[in-house]
């Protein structure tokens, strides 16, 4: 079992949080011409990526967020506004804007804890969540399935799996057709000025998770 950090954005933190999210769709960094998934003790967890079509010019690659069985740490838009002092121990006060939830973390364990100048000047800005460390993150994940798939073949299910509602029940148009819709823009809001556009319908990772545990 391994670890890696992963981000999620406030509603999407909300919608794991509520238990409405259990997928994340993530872009391949090298968008292949072709994948074909191996077979035998890889299989689930190695695809074969073609570069070209020239022979020999596949290689073997797995998902860079781990496989089944491994933990994803969250990271999210947070604050560190104070630290405080007790018994010969060091705890940090930290707030996420996701929820405005707090926590008081024990810190004693890093060796040179953080100390902000501002602590005492009622400013305390918020911090992106690519700069969250590790002991401030309140969620670990579990992945439970890997797959790599054209973004365009999600489907309404998975679109729920995602955090999208279903906001259309009017009787009349299929509510998943609005989810689809809802992802779709949420897609490109993201990932278009990535280069990455639904458009284009890039090569992505989707990843299944379960959590594994929330700090309280």
Same mark, same amino acid.
């Given at each position: 079992?391994?670890?890696?950090? +992963? +981000?999620f954005?406030?509603?999407?933190?909300?919608?794991?949080?509520?238990g /409405?999210k259990?997928?994340?769709r993530?872009?391949l &960094?090298?968008?292949?011409?072709?994948?074909?998934?191996?077979?035998?003790? @890889?299989?689930? *967890?190695?695809?074969?990526?073609?570069?070209?079509?020239?022979? =020999?010019?596949? &290689?073997?690659?797995r998902? $860079?967020?781990?496989?089944?069985?491994?933990?994803? %740490?969250?990271?999210?838009? %947070?604050r560190? @506004?104070? =630290?405080e002092?007790?018994d010969? /121990? *060091?705890?940090?006060h930290? /707030? @996420?804007?996701?929820d405005?939830?707090k926590r008081?973390i024990?810190?004693?364990? +890093?060796?040179?804890?953080?100390? $902000?100048?501002?602590?005492?000047?009622?400013?305390?800005p %918020?911090q992106a969540?690519?700069?969250?460390?590790?002991?401030?993150?309140?969620?670990?994940?579990?992945?439970?399935?890997?797959?790599?798939?054209?973004v365009?073949e +999600?489907?309404?299910?998975?679109?729920?799996a995602?955090?999208?509602?279903?906001?259309?029940?009017?009787?009349?148009?299929?509510?998943?057709?609005a989810?689809y819709?809802?992802?779709r823009?949420l897609?490109d809001?993201?990932?278009?000025?990535r280069g @990455?556009?639904?458009?284009? =319908?890039?090569?992505? %990772?989707?990843?299944s998770? $379960?959590?594994?545990?929330?700090?309280?």
């Open positions: 079992m391994s670890e890696h950090p +992963i +981000i954005s406030g509603p999407m933190m909300r919608a794991i949080l509520a /409405k259990t997928q994340t993530r872009v &960094k090298v968008q292949p011409l072709d994948i074909i998934p191996m077979e035998g003790e @890889y299989a689930g *967890t190695r695809w074969m990526v073609l570069m070209s079509r020239e022979p =020999n010019r596949g &290689k073997v690659m998902c $860079r967020f781990g496989d089944p069985g491994d933990r994803l %740490w969250v990271r999210e838009t %947070w560190h @506004y104070a =630290n002092y007790c010969g /121990k *060091t705890f940090a930290v /707030k @996420y804007a996701a405005e939830a008081v024990d810190i004693s364990h +890093i060796e040179d804890p953080p100390v $902000r100048s501002w602590w005492n000047t009622g400013r305390h %918020w969540s690519i700069f969250m460390p590790r002991w401030a993150s309140r969620l670990l994940l579990e992945i439970t399935d890997v797959r790599v798939q054209r365009q +999600i489907t309404g299910e998975d679109c729920e995602e955090g999208m509602t279903a906001f259309c029940d009017d009787g009349v148009h299929d509510p998943g057709d989810m819709a809802q992802f823009d897609w809001s993201i990932n278009a000025k @990455y556009p639904w458009s284009l =319908n890039p090569w992505v %990772w989707a990843i998770f $379960r959590v594994a545990k929330e700090a309280k």
